[in-house]
């Protein structure tokens, strides 16, 4: 059974403005990691915030372990959310926090609102925020400033954060492309090995198609709105790929 | 030739354009004249009273009369000195507090309901602005009474514009990613206000409020001149008998006052920004 079914999902920005998704389907089963390609523009980052309605969709259908997405009210919006790991491509952490407030927000999910207010999160959440930041390589780094980081820092940061929001699923919005090669490389390897030993299944925004074909299962290719390809990786072919960017030179 | 001819028009044109705006400068500086002419006519020449002032002489030994201090006012001075900074500190404290309302209203991204919050936030910022501190004074001595609750209250509302003004548009320019985080992450409204928004603007915020107290200082010193506590309400006393030299003492202590504030509006300002 697939944990995450998307079934004709279109998206308009507003009423009279062009369709940015014209019906896209696709399944996620529970150990994929998903890239999802395609040429600036095609629409990815709306596809992934389609999933926890950070866009809202116009119509379609999205299945999250047997939940209908799209017709949650709000309450039950957050309490879906707080289930969905995200990583953002400029890692959208509060600069001003430290590096274990920032873990720790990942926890507001699941806390009040007086909680969050004068931060008194468990001993079991801080406990919980050390071992992840551990887990990401950041244990020197715990009472620094966000914006003291390094890129590469700074990334791990927001994947500790994801982790503490216990996810279900993880949706990453282009995570690594701020980051340098080489450090690229490091989070993508991180993000495949966390996935794995949290069984969390990753859909994930790539323009890197090196990176894609490297450490991803399954790929969908994105044109204007339209799936393209959707397959394994196996399957990704120069030639698909020419399709997929049509006219772009790779 | 023909360009010479052109170039002959020209000129024509040119020096017709310039006696016409010479004749627009003219008339408005009359105008500005007669204006002025009207103004000192009413507000000095008809509304003095040249009889009681007598010769530049007798102004002078007027003036003299101020000169000079009384020390022995000193000594009663510090308890209204301090009053007035505590109708200052409080007044602002609670402008704060009366403030969260017209920010939360006021700036643009997270107005609850635009149509009314929004214009809501900039009446009240209007209305606490361009109402002078003694009219706010004036009106909570007629409704709370004489003393310094009065001046607390009158600082306190006339504090709202500038802090809500200033801290609405610095939430405005925020960098909205940190907030589409705490939403990600299964956040309240609430939540995001306090995680993604506050972090950003609390510097602005904090400076804001200090210049503000700074400010309040010099409110507070002269509201009790309509009976709101502090010195002014000793500075009223010493006019009222005629004990000129302690006026300039009061005047004085109003002075080192708000020195003081701005020494330590600077020294707070470098240690929290
Ligand atoms: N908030 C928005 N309001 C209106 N239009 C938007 C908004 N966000 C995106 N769009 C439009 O939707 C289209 C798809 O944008 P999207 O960001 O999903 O593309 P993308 O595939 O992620 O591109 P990139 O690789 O550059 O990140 C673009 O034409 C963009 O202009
Ligand atoms: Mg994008």
Redesign the pocket.
């Known amino acids: 059974m697939s944990i995450l079914s998307v079934k004709d999902l279109k998206v308009r920005?507003?009423a009279s403005?062009p369709e940015?998704l014209k019906g896209v389907s696709f399944d996620v089963e529970e150990d994929d990691f998903f890239a999802i390609i395609?040429p600036?523009?095609?629409?990815?980052?709306?596809?992934i915030r389609c999933i926890n309605r950070l866009v809202e969709p116009k119509s379609g259908s999205i299945l999250l372990y047997g939940t209908e997405v799209l017709s949650l009210n709000s309450r039950q919006l957050r309490r879906l959310r707080r289930g969905i790991g995200m990583i953002f491509q400029e890692f959208n952490l509060v600069d001003r926090m430290s590096v274990m407030d920032n873990v720790l927000s990942g926890r507001l999910g699941y806390v009040g609102n007086i909680t969050g207010l004068f931060r008194l999160f468990s001993k079991a959440d801080i406990t919980r925020a050390l071992s992840v930041l551990d887990r990401v390589g950041l244990s020197d780094h715990v009472d620094k400033r966000a914006d003291q980081l390094s890129g590469g820092q700074r990334q791990r940061v927001g994947i500790a954060r994801a982790l503490m929001q216990d996810p279900k699923l993880l949706l990453l919005d282009?995570p690594t492309s701020s980051l340098d090669p080489k450090i690229s490389r490091e989070v993508m390897a991180l993000i495949m090995e966390i996935a794995a030993e949290y069984k969390v299944p990753v859909l994930c925004?790539i323009?890197d198609v090196q990176l894609a074909m490297e450490f991803c299962n399954k790929i969908i290719g994105?044109q204007d709105g339209i799936k393209m390809f959707d397959g394994p990786t196996s399957e990704m072919n120069t030639k698909k790929l020419d399709e997929i960017y049509a006219m772009e030179v790779l | 030739m023909a360009s010479a001819q052109a170039t002959a028009e020209q000129v024509e044109r040119i020096i017709a354009a310039r006696s016409k705006a010479k004749l627009v400068r003219s008339l408005i500086y009359a105008v500005v004249l007669l204006l002025v002419a009207w103004s000192v006519n009413t507000t000095i020449i008809e509304d003095t009273d040249w009889a009681r002032m007598g010769s530049v002489a007798n102004v002078l030994e007027s003036v003299a009369e101020f000169i000079g201090i009384d020390w022995g006012l000193f000594p009663h001075l510090l308890e209204p000195a301090l009053e007035t900074i505590m109708v200052a500190t409080l007044g602002t404290l609670l402008g704060v507090v009366l403030c969260v309302p017209a920010i939360w209203f006021g700036a643009l991204n997270i107005t609850p309901f635009m149509p009314i919050t929004y214009p809501f936030a900039r009446l009240m910022m209007t209305l606490s602005r361009s109402i002078h501190e003694i009219v706010w004074a004036l009106f909570f001595v007629a409704a709370v009474g004489l003393g310094a609750l009065a001046g607390v209250l009158a600082i306190a509302v006339r504090s709202i514009g500038f802090i809500a003004k200033m801290t609405a548009e610095a939430i405005e320019d925020l960098d909205p990613k940190p907030v589409e985080a705490i939403r990600a992450v299964g956040g309240s409204e609430f939540q995001v206000f306090v995680y993604a928004i506050l972090p950003q603007v609390l510097p602005v915020m904090v400076g804001v409020i200090i210049f503000e107290w700074e400010i309040n200082i010099r409110r507070s010193s002269v509201l009790g001149l309509v009976g709101a506590g502090g010195l002014g309400l000793v500075f009223f006393r010493q006019l009222n008998t005629f004990n000129h030299p302690g006026v300039t003492t009061v005047i004085i202590a109003i002075l080192i006052l708000i020195l003081f504030g701005e020494l330590v509006s600077y020294f707070v300002r470098k240690a929290v920004i």
């Open positions: 920005y507003s403005g940015i395609g600036s523009g095609a629409g990815k980052s709306t596809l282009e925004n323009h994105l």
